[in-house]
């Protein structure tokens, strides 16, 4: 049977193939996607020589997981849709959650301003002009308290895009809970809690790799013991590829960090299947719309692998990549704003069809401004839609067996997997960054992506093709943060320190200093006794500033 396909092929390649690719000047008969994986204009089995059924695809809900980690996959349950918000102050973050819910969302998203998300506090002089700007200011548990008022914990999942400090906004969450009588173990969600992501790509970081991996394992340990229904990390490959990697990079240096996760959560002695089953990913979706659901199918398939046969785990929920997809940010753009709506459709459905466990779908104005109500809900609209009207829910793995899309996934994982190699060549995760081996791969990747862009190789439209006068939109209906958020806030975490108990607060930094030191004691019980007392959250970071010390990148990265 090869020989014949490979007959037929031939003469349809020497045929209307040929007259083709002659016309339109080509004369070739493979392309390359926009991560530059090399592919025939026909995929056949051919390409998918050695094709094991058993091993590549398998069945949904099955190892490897190739088709996804449920056996129904959306037939038993929809993808979360989980609309990324937070700006301003707690109070008007609180009330875009109340409208995002009222329209259907079905999980909560909370970004956070840079002050929160580098451990400062809004009166901090590094903090001015920056307080509520890209997300919400959280200083304090009041803070946190104000940004959840009249929703409650136990009926809501909430995501938090937070890192450096992603255990002490944790504790805050857990203090809040308290306040409203839920207890921790009905808590459901969401910490990102993925600092090595930072040093690479994002920048958001406060402590040195080490003592930062100390912090990350003792959050997998308090919640294996306390929150068992909490996701302790999203691992991310989102913000790598904002930065510039290609699809291969995001897989291969997020399960990187991940291995490097798992490492360091058996080495300060807990079991894999104990936390294996509570770790998420987070990825993104690109507009190369094939190679992005091969991207998600590729990722799946190889940490099922790196969980079962390189960590031994036994539970097959330990195996399970399950991970949140965002549409990508950095396609977006500010000509011809509205083409965006198209733009994040398609990625959307990449994401759908790559079997995502939630998803944010950006708005049409985020290229801008901070996105308006109106553009947040069309961008929930298109989730709804998708869901509800487009048929792709209503079949587990469409795309499952396409030659194209298992060729694709193949490469990628190929790929993919020889990087995984030279990260573990050169000790692994933490020590490739330290020698700014994975910062070099992005940044190449993204300055040959510019030069394509900038010679026309890579089109997008209304930006180097189809432009059109008067491109950039958005103009008076962007959303603007009052400047005065930043003095309320600065008058409100005064009126704390003013009013809370100021000597328990210091005896509770005092013991957190005092355990920080300790490389074997855990932290989180200390800091939830000290936010508990009302603790800001500078204050505590300040503590861990003064034991850790700060990162500083290597020069050469």
């Known amino acids: 049977m090869d020989d014949a396909l490979c007959q037929a092929k031939r003469a349809w ?39 094991s059924y058993v091993d590549e695809l398998g069945f949904p809900g099955q190892f490897p997981f190739t088709r996804g980690i449920q056996p129904t996959m959306y037939r038993g349950r929809t993808w979360t849709m989980r609309q990324y918000a937070g700006f301003g102050s707690a109070e008007e973050t609180n009330r875009r959650f109340r409208y995002l819910l009222e329209q259907g969302q079905t999980g909560l998203s909370v970004a956070f301003d840079l ?34 008022e009249g929703i409650p914990l136990d009926k809501v999942s909430t995501s938090m895009t937070i890192n450096a400090p992603a255990l002490v906004v944790l504790a805050m969450y857990v203090a809040v809970a308290e306040r409203q009588g839920v207890p921790a173990a009905k808590l459901s969600g969401t910490v990102q809690n993925d600092i090595l992501k930072e040093y690479v790509a994002r920048g958001t970081y406060i402590f040195p790799p080490r003592p930062s991996m100390r912090l990350v394992t003792d959050v997998f340990h308090y919640c294996s013991e306390n929150l068992p229904e909490w996701n302790t990390i999203s691992i991310s490959g989102y913000h790598m590829r904002e930065a510039g990697s290609t699809a291969v990079q995001e897989v291969a240096f997020t399960l990187a960090n991940g291995i490097a996760y798992v490492d360091a959560a058996r080495q300060a002695g807990l079991d894999v299947d104990s936390f294996g089953p509570r770790l998420s990913f987070f990825f993104n979706a690109h507009s190369d719309f094939f190679e992005e659901v091969a991207k998600f199918r590729a990722a799946r398939r190889l940490w099922a692998k790196i969980m079962r046969d390189r960590f031994g785990a036994r539970n097959p929920r330990s195996w399970m990549l399950r991970f949140h997809t965002q549409t990508a940010g950095s396609t977006l753009t500010a000509q011809q704003p509205d083409n965006n709506v198209v733009r994040v459709t398609l990625q959307a459905l990449a994401a759908v069809l790559g079997g995502t466990q939630s998803l944010h779908t950006n708005s049409r104005d985020e290229a801008l401004a901070l996105p308006t109500e109106d553009s947040v809900r069309i961008a929930l609209r298109t989730q709804q839609i998708l869901a509800l009207e487009s048929g792709v829910a209503d079949s587990i793995d469409p795309l499952g067996g396409s030659y194209l899309v298992e060729s694709l996934t193949r490469k990628v994982e190929q790929e993919a997997l020889a990087y995984l190699e030279r990260i573990d060549a050169l ?45 950039e939109g958005g ?26 108990d100021g000597q328990a607060v210091a005896e509770a930094l005092a013991v957190l200093g005092r355990v920080a030191r300790d490389p074997g004691a855990g932290l989180f019980g200390p800091v939830l006794a000290a936010v508990r007392h009302r603790a800001t959250l500078g204050e505590v970071c300040g503590v861990l500033r003064d034991v850790f010390g700060e990162f500083e990148p290597p020069s050469d990265v």
């Open 475 to 500: 103009g008076e209906d962007l959303l603007r943060v009052d400047p005065a958020v930043e003095r309320r806030q600065r008058e409100r975490l005064a009126a704390l320190r003013r009013e809370r």
């Open 13 to 51: 390649e020497e045929g209307e193939l040929a007259k083709t690719l002659a016309r339109a000047g080509e004369g070739k008969e493979q392309y390359q996607t926009a991560s530059g994986l090399t592919l025939e204009r026909l995929c056949t089995p051919l390409d998918l020589p050695g094709f």
């Open 115 to 148: 002050p929160t998300q580098v451990g400062y506090d809004s009166d901090h002089s590094l903090a001015e002009g920056e307080v509520g700007k890209v997300g919400v200011a959280i200083d304090s548990v009041d803070d946190m308290a104000a940004l959840f």
């Open 427 to 471: 000790g692994g995760a933490v020590a490739a960054i330290e020698r700014g081996f994975p910062q070099d791969e992005i940044h190449r990747s993204a300055y040959r992506a510019q030069i394509e862009l900038e010679r026309g190789e890579r089109k997008v439209v209304g930006v180097n093709c189809f432009r059109t006068a008067g491109d």
